[in-house]
């Protein structure tokens, strides 16, 4: 028997057990889905359902009506149209302007510069609330008060979206910018060409958080649209609820349409979401 003859075993692979953090993290993990289940099963009830006291925690059976009379009886779609064209506009701006703004900031030398980011960055410890009327004084005198123009134009950049992009910019080796510099690329055709494409991970980061934040919004809407025409989801569907009455089966309907385009938005870039996190915090 010669050795070419004894064939080795190969180990069979050792099977994960689970470590103590997941039997902590799963039940959280429970708790926090039970709200969105909750909202998917009050969605297809009906108003007398919704009504017990206490209500059914599985519905009975699957009644559409709260859908159906929210895509017809009420102006959702063109809320979430409206909702959709403010989002998208402030995603490209901020991805634009931010990250413009944060390779200005990691690789030009000016005066002031580590001032200027600081006062950036520090606008961020100041409420929105404290600059409401200001700012609605402003968009007032430039006639775009009850416009879309006035849910986009203030959010069209960002400290946070600076500063990430700054502190990815920070970490971005020196050796590929020189190089294209000495084939001749000028310092803009280096920032096309070589660092955005590299910086994908922070650029998509930077777009997840602004849609979401820009989706969500629902205090400066109110404030600066005054037509039902104009409004976004989210201060749409604050209409449904009064003083007197809740339509609560198409609020829920509402809520679950209005979730799902976060939802699928953040699992799409959710791994390259934590890759930016995490570079900027090694920064």
Request: glycine share 6%; net charge positive.
């Amino acid at each position: 028997m010669t050795t070419a003859d004894v064939t080795i075993a190969e180990p069979t692979p050792r099977r994960r057990l689970p470590s103590p953090r997941h039997l902590v993290l799963l039940p959280l993990s429970l708790l926090m889905v039970i709200p969105f289940v909750y909202m998917l099963g009050a969605s297809v009830m009906t108003k007398a359902q919704l009504n017990r006291f206490p209500p059914p925690l599985i519905p009975p059976g699957v009644n559409l009506t709260g859908y159906r009379q929210l895509l017809s009886d009420s102006e959702f779609p063109r809320w979430f149209l409206n909702s959709v064209i403010v989002s998208l506009a402030i995603v490209v701006s901020q991805v634009v302007l931010c990250s413009m703004a944060g390779y200005a900031f990691a690789r030009l030398r000016f005066v002031g510069r580590r001032a200027a980011l600081v006062l950036v960055i520090a606008t961020t410890l100041i409420p929105f609330q404290l600059t409401v009327i200001p700012t609605f004084l402003i968009f007032h005198k430039l006639h775009l008060i009850n416009t879309l123009g006035a849910l986009i134009a203030p959010q069209l950049a960002s400290a946070l979206g600076v500063y990430l992009m700054t502190s990815f910019f920070q970490n971005f080796p020196r050796e590929l910018e020189e190089a294209a510099r000495m084939d001749g690329c000028s310092r803009w055709g280096v920032f096309f060409r070589v660092v955005l494409p590299v910086a994908r991970p922070a650029l998509s980061a930077l777009a997840v958080i602004t849609f979401i934040y820009a989706w969500n919004d629902l205090f400066w809407p109110m404030v600066a649209i005054s037509s039902k025409e104009n409004y976004t989801v989210q201060a749409g569907l604050a209409t449904f609820q009064g003083q007197h009455r809740a339509d609560w089966p198409q609020i829920m309907a509402g809520t679950v349409l209005t979730t799902v385009p976060v939802l699928l938005v953040f699992l799409i870039g959710q791994r390259r979401f934590v890759q930016a996190l995490a570079g900027a915090v090694k920064g």
